[in-house]
């Protein structure tokens, strides 16, 4: 049940909603989880949300006018602005609180090819949880 959660978790952190999910898996490494499982759950829940925001942005006109909608005009327009200026290779800081999430919607905006949005994002995310598996259990 727990990688359930650490899935799920990681998920909905990855979309436009303000969630973490670094403390829940540092909290289930101190519990004796195998990291590399962790770390695996992890990655795969947080492309996916990634991959949601990809979707959002690609479908951005048919639902930017909705109130439900989370992300205002001058918001997607900063976005789009930063990720035109560093193109795909802006997806390597999807990772980054604050500015990854947009960053992954504004790649949809802009028509970035999923499988090399994936390969990113993948790296990117991957990586994150690696490094902070490792330094939890003090190996960094």
């Known amino acids: ?71 205002g005009p001058d918001a997607l327009a900063r976005a789009q602005r930063a990720y035109a200026r560093h193109g795909r290779w802006s997806l390597l800081l999807s990772w980054m609180p604050i500015i990854g999430d947009p960053l992954t919607l504004a790649a949809g905006a802009m028509r970035e090819p999923l499988p090399r949005f994936l390969v990113l994002v993948t790296i990117a995310k991957t990586l994150r949880y690696i490094v902070l598996a490792l330094a939890t259990l003090h190996v960094l």
Do not use: C, D, K
């Open 1 to 71: 049940m727990p990688y359930l959660g650490l899935f799920t978790v990681a998920l909905l952190a990855a979309t436009l909603l303000p969630l973490q999910s670094e403390a829940l898996l540092v909290g289930l490494l101190a519990l004796g989880h195998p990291a590399w499982a962790l770390v695996a759950v992890a990655s795969v829940g947080n492309v996916i949300g990634s991959t949601i925001n990809w979707w959002l942005g690609r479908e951005l006109q048919r639902f930017a006018g909705r109130r439900w909608f989370p992300i």
